[in-house]
């Protein structure tokens, strides 16, 4: 959609668009900006509109209120409740609800939901607001530089739907936010401006009023009323109301200090000056000249930094305005900034981290690690006396007015950050080597080689400034690499295996809904019903009901009989579901079938999915709240989760799972299964419910186990915990960073499983000759009878050596050269089969000392590939190199060698090439010798 053709739509008819009551009442004037041509709406004669005002309201707030952060949001939160609005709690900063988002980036993002593609609003109330937590990460360079911009921040979202009940348009939406400001905030009316503008996304559109003060823009209220584009389109049935305003800027609109950050952060700033050596500054403060500075420097970098692409050359004039060298403001500001930075990105990690996500190497985790290594890095680069850990403190004592929940992670979040940070140091000591490195091969530091070295070696382009090998932090660096793991596409994909796809020529939405038995009667396995659809060339069926279960969130499908016909795959598309039966048959549209669904199988796949549940539900209470699934997978033979977890798991870990998942068990507790409105089901058992991803219904299916695990889940469970009998961990693995992978099996399963355990052990304990008690003692003493002979075989080896080498030493070859010099090299070479590496590491080591021209070559030919080992004497070796030898006869190989001049090694794959190695070996010999 072209935005500005849709913008003159609304201009061109601005009496209907834009034209509000309040206009009328009050008297705001329409006006149009003499430098760009926007429309917009004052109280008093304005020549250009608010994109081109500084912030005159730093150090002159134009109201006498002194809102702290915290008071912004209560003043505000009373406000509203008073007119009628129902307080909505902040949704997760992890976005659950939506596979095309990492994080929650608006609070209007809170209310949608994807159906079918379209986005859809679902407000739990009408009308509401909500205090949301909004994280982004596109603008990284500038936070705690600009005065204003964060990773995260609270979009006060003033959210309704105008055509339902309790709904209001824009009229009275522009009436409640000029009370806000005038009321709640103090401002003068003629203070106020309100600029024409559009919002677009998504297929729906509508015009917007975004709302100045002082060239701040304090709230932006977006009228959704059309969908479709600007050629065609159409009014929408639930129009709705978003407006979005931060909370940062209410309260620094009334204090007018040089940065936001002095109100959003004051009570963990004012704590840090009492510690360090930094002094509060503000406009007030005007004692001390270097105090001084700062807030005039930070005055003007506040409203400038818009008109800059690189923030330094914005210093170097503000330099020069202030009439001051960079390099002083430089050493004055650059503390301040770090530390405004630097709790910027702890208070970016409380949230996320209490809201379940981990930092890691993919995905959205990405940004986590890049925020509190930079955060680490600034700490240790500006020589502040506090760790991490102490802001993460700050923060959530004063945070927790407004989010109590935080108060209950706050151990949790300590705990992640401190394994983050000792991973960071390991990488660190690294690095160390890697720059002397880069010292010595002077390499060119270039943005793709800064961002290579961070992602193999973890190394960060501060740290390279640290060591004095780079200038500057390039000022893109941490856009560009998160810009490169924001790609939503990272996400694991589907496996595409067993898909069922119908040909193009098929109009699934002609056929009827297949009516789902195994919901409502999940005991029937024996049904009839009318084939409504075949599908020959591809043996698909289709049926009016079903008992079989399709394929689908993760549980793998029924199998069983359709009339006489095996039936192997079963999947869901849209609402139909369509059988695979294994060969041609003769069944016809409009039969009635019998059909038989293998019980023994659905009862397994069953156990393992409430498993799954089960299993999920214990790591969490073993590991700690940030673990999620992943993703599962539920199969007649084993059942599969992978939950997000920092490390992987120990052997004490893992069995605390096992024991707590048992002892669910043991307890036979009732799993209900109930359906919910979507809405009714997040405010009731909050995001928890979306382990398994995203839910496209409105209406939900919750899993409940006891309350222990409450789920949104659409597959097959038993009815009482009981019923699994017991469940047995097979395997764990960290299968990404990040990503713990366990696998177990439940049922009469997991007896089998433990029973060709104890076959195995059986095993073992008649060959060994013993019995079950004393196997592992027998065992131990096998292994040092194993120690014992591999020390005599060596002894003996090197006992022939001596005999051997003389041997080897006969056999060789002689090279002489001819260029009159006499050099001589005896060149032995074989290849074998059968004896091993350490009888030719001995033989090999010993010729050589016996006769200082000989060369040893020697081949180990596994068939697969072959090892190659060369040792040169003494003189030999002044010639030729075995670690030249080893490497070319390796390459020959098509593999890698090399090595020091007397000993090298290597190997390769292509042994056909062996006949022809002992040729290009003596070649090469020849050539250095000048033959
Ligand atoms: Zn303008
Ligand atoms: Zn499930």
Request: with cysteine.
């Amino acid at each position: 959609m072209d935005k500005s053709e849709i913008l003159n739509i609304f201009s061109s008819n601005h009496e209907k668009f834009y034209k509000v009551s309040l206009f009328e009442r009050q008297g705001f004037q329409r006006q149009s900006c003499s430098i760009c041509g926007k429309f917009y709406w004052s109280l008093i004669q304005r020549s250009a509109c608010p994109d081109h005002e500084n912030y005159s309201f730093i150090g002159n707030p134009p109201t006498s209120k002194r809102l702290s952060y915290i008071q912004a949001w209560e003043e505000t939160k009373k406000y509203f409740e008073k007119n009628g609005h129902k307080i909505v709690n902040r949704y997760p900063v992890v976005c659950r609800w939506r596979e095309d988002l990492y994080y929650t980036i608006a609070s209007i993002v809170d209310f949608q939901r994807i159906v079918e593609n379209k986005v859809v609003f679902e407000l739990p109330s009408n009308p509401l607001v909500v205090p949301q937590i909004c994280l982004r990460f596109n603008d990284i360079e500038n936070v705690g530089i600009s005065g204003r911009h964060y990773t995260s921040f609270c979009m006060i979202g003033q959210t309704c739907n105008a055509d339902k009940e309790g709904g209001y348009w824009k009229d009275k939406c522009i009436d409640l936010d000029f009370g806000l400001l005038v009321d709640v905030l103090g401002i003068p009316p003629a203070e106020i401006t309100f600029v024409e503008d559009v919002w677009l996304g998504a297929g729906a559109f509508g015009c917007s009023l975004e709302y100045f003060v002082r060239g701040l823009e304090l709230g932006n209220a977006v009228f959704t009323e059309f969908e479709g584009n600007e050629k065609n389109y159409y009014t929408m049935k639930n129009k709705i109301i978003d407006m979005g305003a931060g909370l940062e800027r209410f309260s620094w609109i009334t204090n007018g200090t040089p940065t936001s950050y002095e109100c959003t952060f004051e009570p963990v700033l004012k704590n840090i000056y009492k510690m360090s050596d930094l002094e509060h500054f503000s406009l007030t403060n005007k004692n001390r000249y270097d105090i001084d500075l700062l807030g005039n420097y930070f005055s003007k970098v506040s409203s400038k930094l818009d008109s800059f692409a690189d923030p330094r050359m914005l210093k170097n004039q503000i330099a020069e305005e202030l009439k001051v060298d960079v390099e002083k403001i430089e050493k004055i500001v650059v503390p301040y900034e770090s530390l405004f930075t630097i709790v910027d990105h702890a208070k970016t990690l409380i949230f996320a981290i209490s809201d379940g996500s981990l930092p890691s190497n993919v995905g959205g985790g990405y940004n986590l690690r890049i925020l509190l290594r930079r955060a680490l890095s600034l700490i240790k680069k500006t020589g502040f006396n506090f760790k991490i850990f102490d802001i993460i403190d700050m923060h959530i004592d004063q945070l927790q007015k407004l989010y109590p929940e935080l108060g209950d992670s706050r151990d949790e979040i300590i705990t992640i950050l401190d394994i983050e940070s000792k991973r960071f140091a390991e990488t660190q000591n690294r690095i160390v080597n890697i720059s002397d490195k880069i010292k010595k091969e002077k390499s060119k530091l270039d943005i793709d080689y800064l961002i290579r070295l961070y992602e193999s070696d973890g190394i960060t382009p501060d740290y390279l400034v640290e060591m004095g090998l780079l200038k500057s932090v390039p000022s893109n660096f941490y856009t560009k690499l998160s810009e490169m793991h924001s790609s939503i596409n990272t996400i694991t994909k589907k496996d595409k295996r067993n898909e069922i796809k119908l040909k193009d020529d098929i109009d699934i939405d002609s056929i009827s809904k297949t009516k789902l038995i195994f919901y409502d009667n999940p005991s029937k396995f024996v049904f009839d019903a009318k084939i409504i659809k075949k599908i020959d060339e591809e043996n698909l069926i289709i049926l009016d009901k079903t008992c079989f279960y399709p394929r689908g969130g993760g549980q793998e499908p029924d199998y069983g009989l359709l009339g006489s016909f095996k039936v192997d795959n079963v999947v869901k598309i849209k609402d139909i579901v369509i059988h695979h039966v294994s060969e041609n048959n003769n069944l016809k549209e409009g039969d009635i079938v019998n059909c038989i669904i293998d019980k023994e199988r659905r009862i397994a796949i069953t156990k393992n999915h409430t498993s799954t549940h089960i299993i999920n539900s214990s790591s969490k209470n073993t590991l700690g709240s940030w673990v999620w699934q992943n993703s599962s997978f539920k199969e007649e033979a084993y059942a599969r989760l992978d939950i997000t977890h920092h490390s992987a798991l120990n052997k004490t870990e893992i069995q605390e799972i096992e024991r707590k998942a048992n002892e669910v068990i043991e307890k036979n507790i009732p799993v209900y299964i109930n359906f919910f409105d979507r809405g009714v089901a997040e405010q009731k058992y909050s995001f928890r419910i979306y382990q398994g991803g995203v839910v496209p219904s409105n209406n939900v299916r919750i899993v409940n186990i006891g309350n222990l695990d409450i789920e949104a889940c659409g597959g097959t469970h038993v009815f009482n915990t009981g019923e699994i009998g017991f469940i047995k961990i097979l395997r764990t693995e960290r299968i990404q960073d990040g990503v713990v992978r366990l696998e177990f099996v439940s049922g009469q399963n997991a007896l089998k499983y433990v029973q060709r355990q104890e076959d195995q052990i059986q095993f073992i304990v008649n060959a060994l000759g013993t019995s079950k008690e004393k196997v592992l003692e027998t065992f131990s003493k096998s292994l040092d009878d194993f120690d014992k002979l591999k020390k005599k075989t060596k002894n003996i080896i090197k006992n022939v050596s001596k005999i051997y080498s003389q041997n080897v030493i006969e056999n060789s070859t002689i090279i002489k050269s001819n260029n009159g010099n006499n050099q001589i090299v005896k060149l032995y070479y074989t290849v074998e089969e059968e004896l091993d590496e350490e009888f030719h590491l001995t033989i090999g080591h010993d010729a050589v000392e016996h006769d200082k021209n000989l060369i040893y070559v020697s081949i180990i030919n596994n068939k697969s590939s072959a090892r190659v080992i060369v040792y040169c004497g003494k003189e030999s070796s002044t010639i030729i190199k075995a670690g030249t030898i080893a490497k070319s006869a390796s390459r020959i190989l098509n593999g890698s060698g090399g090595g020091s001049p007397i000993f090298g090694q290597g190997g390769g794959r292509s042994i056909e090439k062996l006949n022809t190695l002992k040729f290009h070996i003596e070649q090469m010999i020849k050539e250095k010798m000048a033959y």
